[in-house]
T-cell receptor, first 114, second 114 residues
Framework: AQKITQTQPGMFVQEKEAVTLDCTYD???????LFWYKQPSSGEMIFLIY??????QNATEGRYSLNFQKARKSANLVISASQLGDSAMYFC???????????FGQGTRLTINP | GAGVSQSPSNKVTEKGKDVELRCDPI?????LYWYRQSLGQGLEFLIY????????KSGLPSDRFSAERTGGSVSTLTIQRTQQEDSAVYLC????????????FGPGTRLTVL
């Protein structure tokens, strides 16, 4: 069975610092996709970044990058130059190619301090 | 609109009543998902629709839960004889097609069962 583990329930970071949110996953499939979503207090799930299991390069989207270490089954999200607006819940998720649903971790609540 | 929309945004009901939650996916998206997010938790898959195929209902927690998708577009999630443990945010997501990777979420419906 697929499983996503996010070991940091909460993170506190000073504005403008970089922050790494941890995510490890477990799957027996060779083909899968990894996602990060942001959920601000408004409740909407905002897609941030995607990494395919066969992608050789780490995904990047603006200030977001995904540190993909396949052998260690980790897919950490790195946010550079954090901003106050980055304060939110962050969820790591995985989708196996053979399945359609996303499996989510428990989330990390990130707070950016001024 | 360009995004996934859901209605109502909030629903308060009494235990034992039936409720209907609506989701309008992004135009042209063929696949639609329902998830449930209990307080402080990650997202739990409920049901998945893809085109005219039979839906994947493997995540529905009990036979009180059902969903339909009419005309390959709008979907309704129905909860019969609501219980207090049904209180949660119900999120809908759509995806362009079965081979696409990214699910786009609506703002959710917050259901409170008194």
């Amino acid at each position: 069975a697929q499983k996503i583990t996010q070991t940091q329930p909460g993170m506190f970071v000073q504005e403008k610092e970089a922050v790494t949110l941890d995510c490890t996953y477990d799957t027996s499939d060779q083909s899968y996709g990894l996602f990060w979503y942001k959920q601000p207090s408004s409740g909407e799930m905002i897609f941030l970044i995607y990494q395919g299991s066969y992608d050789e390069q780490n995904a990047t989207e603006g200030r977001y990058s995904l540190n993909f270490q396949k052998a260690r089954k980790s897919a950490n999200l790195v946010i550079s130059a954090s901003q106050l607006g980055d304060s939110a819940m962050y969820f790591c998720a995985m989708r196996d190619r053979g399945a359609q649903k996303l499996v989510f971790g428990q989330g990390t609540r990130l707070t950016i301090n001024p | 609109g360009a995004g996934v929309s859901q209605s109502p945004s909030n629903k308060v009901t009494e235990k034992g009543k039936d409720v209907e939650l609506r989701c309008d996916p992004i135009s042209g998206h063929t696949a639609l998902y329902w998830y449930r997010q209990s307080l402080g938790q990650g997202l739990e898959f409920l049901i998945y629709f893809q085109g005219n195929s039979a839906p994947d209902k493997s995540g529905l927690p009990s036979d009180r839960f059902s969903a339909e998708r009419t005309g390959g577009s709008v979907s309704t999630l129905t909860i019969q004889r609501t219980q207090q443990e049904d209180s949660a945010v119900y999120l809908c997501a759509s995806i362009r097609d079965a081979m696409a990777d990214t699910q786009y979420f609506g703002p959710g419906t917050r259901l409170t069962v008194l």
